[in-house]
């Protein structure tokens, strides 16, 4: 499939007219694109604009991120999730500065040899921060791609990934690649919509061969789901007079690698079914299902856990906590 120089400007117009105004698209410092681009990997623009501008305020450049403490790194990420990011992201910039870049790496090889970076990150980084000849696929353009062609091979898949790739390497305006990746992921997330686009109105409707074959809301295609996994966390809040309290730091290669938390005991799901004290929430990840019983337990004096920490309640925001943390934090008001 190729792009018409008629079809660039129909996509150029629209973009030009409904562009959302971002701080990330708002300059060329490819560490700021970096940490845009990782932050929306597994989140909504909405959502990360303010944990983007918390994090480039307390780490404005590669240098300060290397010499940051990975605690302080986990607690400016937290709430966003997904915290091997973050973690891939200081390693990174440790790398990085180690091997004497100033600001970042300069080529898509240098950019995709980091920990935690793939082609599309890669990519997008290549494209808005150099302006260098590279496509950049997030979930919107796979849509929009998917349904420009009617291609019904699943996105998620690495044959999909292989396609898809292909085509928007074909079609990528290499005269202006940061201008066509910004307008084809912005049409994407603002117009060809997952649900109920509008298709009468559509500035491409011309070259869409979904709406010529109407499987618009067919496309586009994704693998089936793994199943999910149910675990089963109770928590003890221990609390003295003096809001004293414990909290232990998680260790093993699991979710939520080196947060903080109560102290925990995992069951099956018969012996959490069996207690009635405490307050339950449902936490749902991406392949896990997490159902966590939460006990507010008032004490004289704190037990003996080990591997746990004696920390001030009004101490705890120095610590990285999992977001299911803070929701039980904020029920008990403490």
Not at 10 to 36: A, C, H, M
Not at 203 to 218: E, G, I, S
């Amino acid at each position: 499939m190729k792009f018409s120089e008629l079809l660039y400007n129909q996509l150029y117009t629209w973009f030009e007219y409904n562009k959302r105004v971002l701080p990330w698209r708002e300059t060329d410092d490819p560490y700021k694109i970096w940490v845009s681009e990782i932050i929306l990997q597994q989140t909504r623009v909405e959502q990360g604009l303010p944990y983007f501008m918390r994090f480039v305020d307390r780490f404005p450049t590669l240098l300060s991120l290397a010499q940051a403490k990975e605690d302080e790194v986990l607690r400016y990420w937290q709430g966003l999730g997904y915290y091997s990011r973050a973690r891939n992201m200081y390693k990174a910039a440790q790398q990085l500065v180690s091997h004497g870049y100033a600001t970042f790496a300069h080529t898509f090889d240098e950019i995709r040899a980091l920990p935690g970076i793939g082609d599309y990150t890669a990519g997008a980084i290549s494209a808005f921060a150099y302006n260098q000849p590279y496509p950049a696929l997030d979930g919107n353009v796979y849509r929009v791609l998917a349904r420009l062609t009617d291609c019904e091979i699943p996105f998620d898949t690495s044959a999909g990934k292989r396609h898809f790739h292909q085509v928007a390497n074909e079609i990528l305006d290499r005269n202006n690649p940061r201008l066509f990746d910004s307008a084809l992921m912005e049409f994407g997330a603002l117009y060809c919509v997952p649900s109920s686009p509008d298709c009468v109105n559509c500035p491409l409707q011309t070259w869409c061969q979904a709406y010529a074959h109407n499987t618009v809301n067919l496309l586009p295609v994704r693998k089936p789901r793994p199943k999910i996994r149910d675990r089963y966390f109770n928590y003890t809040i221990y609390l003295t007079p003096d809001r004293q309290t414990l909290i232990h730091q998680r260790q093993e290669k699991d979710i939520w690698h080196h947060l903080w938390e109560f102290p925990l005991v995992e069951t099956d799901a018969d012996t959490f079914q069996r207690q009635s004290s405490g307050v339950v929430f449902t936490h749902i990840l991406s392949h896990q299902r997490l159902h966590a019983r939460f006990t507010l337990q008032p004490v004289t004096t704190l037990p003996d856990i080990p591997q746990t920490k004696v920390v001030h309640i009004s101490d705890i925001d120095d610590f990285a906590l999992s977001r299911l943390t803070l929701k039980a934090m904020e029920y008990f008001e403490l």
